[in-house]
Every structure is written in C-alpha cells, then in structure tokens.
C-alpha cells in the first residue's frame, strides 16, 4: 500500500469553527507532514513530525495544532481561522528525513 | 532565499517534443527531488537523485544534476498530454531536515 489518505477532501468552516483534517499512511514511513499551498505556489512546510515527535515548526500560527497519535495517523486541528488560511493542505510522509515524500490528495479548505 | 529557482515558469509545447524545465539552488545538497502536480491535486514523486550523482532516468524522464553550477534539470522526451502539470524541484539541503520547494514549472502539452 502506497497510499497516503486524507479527510475529508473538502472543508468549509467559519472563523469561529473548531475541525480537525486527518491523514493515514500504512507505509511503515517514519517522517511526516504538513503543507499549505496556495494556488499556482510552490507547498509551504508546515511541521515535521520524526518518529512520532515534532521536529520542526515552521512557525506556525497557533491556530494551527498538530498532533501524531501513532506512527500511521496525522492530525492537524484547526481553530479560530482566518480567512487568508484557505488552502489547499497537504499531507505527505517518506521513509525517513530528506527521503523521497508521498503525498495525499489534500485537503480544500475555505475559510468564510 | 533558500528557494530554489525555477525556470521557465511556464511552457507550452505540443505533444511529441521534448520538455525541458530548470532548477538552480543557492546552498550545498544532499539530495534533489524533481515531484509533479496535476491540478489542484497531491504531488507525485518523479526522480531523486543524489549530490554524488549526475544523470538519473526513469522511463521518458532524465535528470541531470551539476553540483558546481548549482543546478539541475528535467527532460520529459517524447511528451503527452499527460503529461500537462506543474513540476517542482525539491532540495535537501545538508544540515536542514525538510525539503525546500523551488517555484515550479508550469508544462502545457497541446495535442
């Protein structure tokens, strides 16, 4: 399986929401993470996540959190959002560090 | 920036010819990554290719990489519609624990 699973595909919230995007991969890869892209840009790294800690923070606003209960799952939960933040929010996991990265489908997420 | 540089922006070819997009970087590597992207869509893995290597293939696919000029390129031959997506350099760069995506190549292929 070389898949790397997203949800929910779509996603609009208010300013005021609490939500959470998800993310799965059964790779065994060890390294994880998040991206925000904006259309025609290039991905913008979020967080890393090594061996199930985080390793980097690309100093992110703290209404973004994100959380790795195992070695499978990602999450990344959303609260009081801007409007700015709408997205497209990328998952993606690789072996290790520095690795080839597969990613998932993404995440559209507006923000009203 | 430690972006890296892509160039050109956008091209528009028609099927059959070759496509040739390029990337320079501004710090030492450990590796570089070459990802494609269909619209609106996951990024695909295409080729890595090592700071100690200087020519990679994969099918229709050939990356060079020239650590004195600080470059590398991608050549799709024989292209196809299919082939119609954005295509993004990816750095690893020595000491650094993330890739650093370049601006991208925007690739048209008209039947």
């Known amino acids: 399986d070389t898949e790397v699973t997203q949800t929910p595909k779509h996603l609009v919230m208010g300013m005021t929401n609490k939500k959470s995007l998800k993310c799965e991969q059964h790779?065994?890869?060890?390294?994880m993470y998040w991206y925000k892209q904006k259309a025609k840009k290039p991905p913008e790294l979020m967080f890393v996540y090594s061996y199930e800690k985080l390793s980097i923070n690309e100093s992110v606003p703290s209404r973004f959190s994100p959380e790795c209960p195992n070695s499978s799952l990602l999450n990344l939960h959303l609260h009081a959002l801007q409007p700015e933040d709408s997205a497209l929010y990328l998952c993606a996991s690789s072996q290790f560090l520095l690795y080839e990265q597969y990613f998932g489908p993404g995440t559209r997420l507006t923000v009203t | 920036s430690q972006q890296g540089e892509e160039d050109p922006q956008a091209l528009s070819i028609q099927e059959g010819e070759n496509a040739t997009m390029n990337c320079s970087y501004k710090?030492?590597?450990?590796?570089l990554q070459w990802y494609r992207q269909n619209s609106g869509r996951g990024l695909v893995h295409l080729i890595l290719i090592r700071s100690n290597e200087r020519e990679k293939h994969s099918g229709r696919l050939r990356v060079t990489l020239d650590t004195s000029k600080k470059s590398s390129s991608l050549l799709i031959t024989a292209s196809r519609a299919a082939d119609t997506a954005s295509y993004f350099c990816a750095m690893a760069t020595e000491g650094a624990q993330k890739l650093v995506f370049g601006q991208g190549t925007r690739l048209t292929i008209n039947p």
């Open positions: 710090t030492s590597i450990n590796n």
């Open positions: 790779m065994g890869h060890r390294a």
